[in-house]
DNA sequence: TAACAAGTGCTAATCATTTGCAACTAAGTT
DNA sequence: AACTTAGTTGCAAATGATTAGCACTTGTTA
């Protein structure tokens, strides 16, 4: 799973009968530049390339980063609310999000363990893994200092959740 | 963090200024009655209930549902493309999901290592959890005679990612 | 270089979800 | 038990992300 060239790119699309264009290229470069831990929406891919006086239409970018992420070059997120996220796929850095459901704030993570436990159990059912995402669902420091959440039960807890069913088994 | 009855329920809701009213208390009821692995969307739910002739507006619905998940009643999944899941959140059936890209079936499973390691991470960062979900997507069986997927690149593999992170470290 | 299917950029749909609003009703208060 | 008030509902209209239709353009292959 070597990062994507011109080249690699455009074998792997021409093997499907798809066609290497300027567009595509120009997104993967994009994704290939930006910096670890950060995620664009198809909204915001479009201003990044705005910015640049690169303008891909809208469209072309919806099915872009569609065909890419079907084709395992990127990993399509659910960060926030409304609209999907996408990152570069790199297999050597999988890692997992904690996300805050206050100010949806994003932090990255590894953990080899839960894409272990993920294989196993879906070898145990006989199917074929594609991709695993753990999304922890957070409140961050600053969400607690600004007295939020009003709305969660008076007795939840995640550790008494935790530790209720460590006692059960 | 017991099962919720129409008098917890309702002592939930008052404590933060909301009410109980006779459609929020059935919304649950068909979340409780659920066979477990079983999700509603907000659509579906509404045809259940419809189908009971107890009709609630999908408006209604939709802005239930979304307050019970606020509160930690319900869990929000994203199972398929296009439209959210919702099932009871029970913290001792704390569970994550495997679900076929090709078809949406979806699978439960246990693993409560998941959840430490989400807390473990959590407690690093100093954020509070609220709730963590692992999903696998996954190829079925069907998926896999059918001949799909043949979008995927034909060097991806999830064993070969998993073993290239195994080497790395 | 020709042939043609795939891809792009418009614009116009879709479709899940949200919102505005008037009528209705829980919950707390006399 | 009636009164008050703010939360809730149901309907219809709006929103907003994503998709589809289509004429035009362009990679790819022979
Ligand atoms: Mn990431
Ligand atoms: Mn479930
Ligand atoms: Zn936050
Ligand atoms: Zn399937």
Same mark, same amino acid.
């Given at each position: 799973m070597l990062p994507y060239t011109a080249n690699t790119?455009?074998?792997? #699309?021409?093997? +499907? @009968?798809w066609r290497l264009t300027p567009q595509r290229e120009t997104i993967l470069h994009v994704f290939q530049n930006l910096p670890h831990g950060n995620h664009l929406s198809a909204d915001e891919l479009h201003h990044? #390339?705005?910015? +640049? @006086?690169?303008?891909?239409?809208l469209s072309t970018i919806y099915r872009s980063v569609k065909l890419m992420a079907r084709m395992g070059i990127l990993r399509e997120l659910e960060?926030?609310?409304g609209h999907k996220h996408y990152e570069l796929n790199r297999p050597q850095h999988h890692h997992h999000h904690?996300?805050?459901?206050q100010c949806n704030k994003t932090v990255e993570f590894k953990n080899d363990s839960i894409l272990k436990q993920s294989l196993k159990q879906v070898d145990r059912d006989g199917l074929q893994l594609i991709d695993c995402q753990l999304t922890v669902t957070t409140i961050c420091p600053e969400a607690i200092r600004m007295g939020w959440p009003s709305e969660l039960p008076s007795n939840w807890s995640c550790t008494r959740a935790i530790s209720e069913t460590a006692a059960e088994e």
């Open positions: 790119l455009k074998a792997e #699309l021409n093997s +499907r @009968g990044v #390339l705005s910015q +640049r @006086g690169e303008t891909i239409s960060l926030a609310e904690m996300v805050c459901v």
